[in-house]
């Protein structure tokens, strides 16, 4: 039996266990794109878990989701702190480095971050936005679309930096605009395309294939490049 083999090291010869990453989720409301990142990370195979989601609303409804899938949830209420939302952001990370969380995916968080906080999870925070950024970062982004008459629209993940929406892109997902649409069936399409991108975005990162380098992202390999752009198949 050749040295190197698993079972001449002593081994069974079963292959090693993955080392998953394990990843805190914020959100302030029911979380949809929380639900797909769980539903991603029920796979043994994928590359992260879900350690923690937690929100800074108690009535958040995606608190019971993810408790129900044996997800652990922390609350830290944002208004006893008033306008120090440092002292509100040191509760957060608190939370998270003592459940051992790696990267950080922000989902349908409604607060703005600060500097400080973003500056010690830099590189391993991800967000989602529901345009194909640069372009319309902000609010009513669909609105925005349509009223410029643009032919595809979509959504991005990137890595959190201090300023809103301009990060490092991961992944986008281009969707058509079809005639007829209105804000309301764009954003229903793209957030469809967020829930397939999402997961997508954070396999990318967790698993290693892709990475933040000098302020930009960069692939291990064409593959892993060509899975980062979703063409929605929607006619």
């Known amino acids: 039996m050749a040295s190197g083999s698993p079972r001449a090291a002593g081994c069974s010869g079963e292959r090693p266990k993955m080392t998953r990453k394990r990843i805190g989720v914020l959100i302030s409301g029911r979380g949809s794109n929380m639900e797909a990142l769980l539903a991603a990370a029920s796979d043994p195979a994928f590359p992260a878990e879900i350690s923690l989601v937690m929100s800074n609303r108690a009535d958040a409804a995606g608190l019971a989701t993810a408790a129900s899938q044996g997800v652990a949830t922390a609350v830290v209420d944002h208004r006893p702190y008033g306008k120090d939302r440092e002292s509100f952001e040191r509760a957060l990370d608190a939370r998270m480095r003592d459940a051992g969380v790696e990267l950080v995916c922000l989902a349908g968080f409604m607060r703005v971050l600060t500097p400080v906080f973003v ?3 830099d ?3 991800l967000n989602i936005h529901p345009s194909l950024l640069p372009a319309y970062s ?4 669909h609105e ?3 009223n410029d008459g643009v032919r595809v629209h979509g959504c991005t993940v990137h890595f959190v930096t201090p300023v809103l ?3 490092p892109i991961i992944a986008q997902a281009v969707v058509p605009v079809r005639a007829g649409d209105d804000p309301d069936k764009l954003a ?3 957030l469809r395309q967020e829930h397939r991108l999402y997961p997508r975005a954070l396999e990318l ?3 290693g294939a892709a990475w933040l380098e000098n302020g930009r992202v960069m692939y291990q390999d064409a593959q892993a490049m060509a899975r980062a752009t979703v ?3 929607e006619t």
């Open 165 to 167: 929406d301009v990060g």
């Open 119 to 121: 500056g010690a999870w």
């Open 138 to 141: 902000g609010l009513h982004t």
């Open 188 to 190: 229903a399409r793209v």
């Open 144 to 146: 925005r679309a349509l």
């Open 123 to 125: 590189g391993r925070m």
């Open 231 to 233: 063409f929605a198949d």
């Open 205 to 207: 990162i967790a698993s």
